[in-house]
């Protein structure tokens, strides 16, 4: 049986990782709005990609509700975001125009914000996708990230898929789709040279033109 819908993940896959250090002074300039004029590297490190616990941690000894700093947080990231995506610098990849060929339905999950997906669909080039999911810019948001397979799972649903594929550049791709007892595609761009994955992936490819090569 065929593949009857592909799913992407976003940053990485479609299009460029946005520079690592944007994301970084946009949560800078996030303590900043809360009260914070100098974090510490590891308050920084920790809000590039928390877990609910650390991020009350890191809330907690600052004396901020972990609402408030979490919300000041995804609103800057989101800013930063769209200046990268206004001015060129997130873009992306050429090879999405495979995607164009396709003849199933498509979508796409991601863990970065709901409203930076939108964002790209809105400044980027890329094929019309029929579901697309981001994450909500909460707390709940964050517990409902890959690796769990939330939204993946809401996106599947959405298309009434029975034999979808999950296509990703992360071991948290795989391991969502791993989860949800689908096949998964990892895509081996350049910033994954040398990248481990502790499960294999179904297939892994070079090119998202080797889409059209899978059975259908």
Not at 45 to 69: F, I, K, Q, W
Not at 77 to 89: F, P, T
Not at 135 to 140: G, I, K, Y
Not at 155 to 179: F, K, M, Q
Request: proline fraction near 6%; hydrophobic fraction near 35%; charge should be negative.
């Amino acid at each position: 049986m065929g593949y009857d819908a592909f799913v992407f993940d976003n940053d990485g896959v479609l299009t460029r990782p946005t520079d690592r250090g944007v994301l970084v002074e946009a949560i800078r300039a996030a303590f900043d709005e809360v009260g914070v004029a100098e974090p510490t590297n590891h308050e920084v490190e920790t809000l590039l990609g928390p877990d609910v616990d650390s991020l009350r941690t890191v809330a907690t000894d600052r004396e901020l509700e972990p609402e408030t700093l979490w919300a000041a947080r995804e609103r800057a990231a989101v800013e930063a975001q769209l200046e990268e995506l206004r001015k060129g610098r997130k873009r992306p990849y050429e090879d999405v125009t495979a995607l164009e060929r396709l003849e199933e339905p498509t979508a796409i999950v991601s863990n970065n914000q709901h409203e930076t997906i939108g964002n790209i669909l809105d400044h980027c080039s890329l094929a019309p996708f029929d579901v697309w999911y981001g994450r909500e810019p909460t707390l709940e948001g964050v517990q409902r990230k890959k690796p769990e397979p939330y939204y993946l799972e809401r996106a599947i649903d959405d298309l009434g898929a029975e034999n979808p594929i999950y296509v990703g550049d992360s071991r948290v791709d795989v391991a969502a789709a791993d989860a949800l007892g689908i096949d998964a595609a990892f895509v081996r761009r350049d910033h994954r040279r040398g990248y481990d994955l502790p499960t294999e992936p179904t297939y892994e490819i070079d090119s998202l033109a080797e889409l059209r090569e899978l059975p259908r």
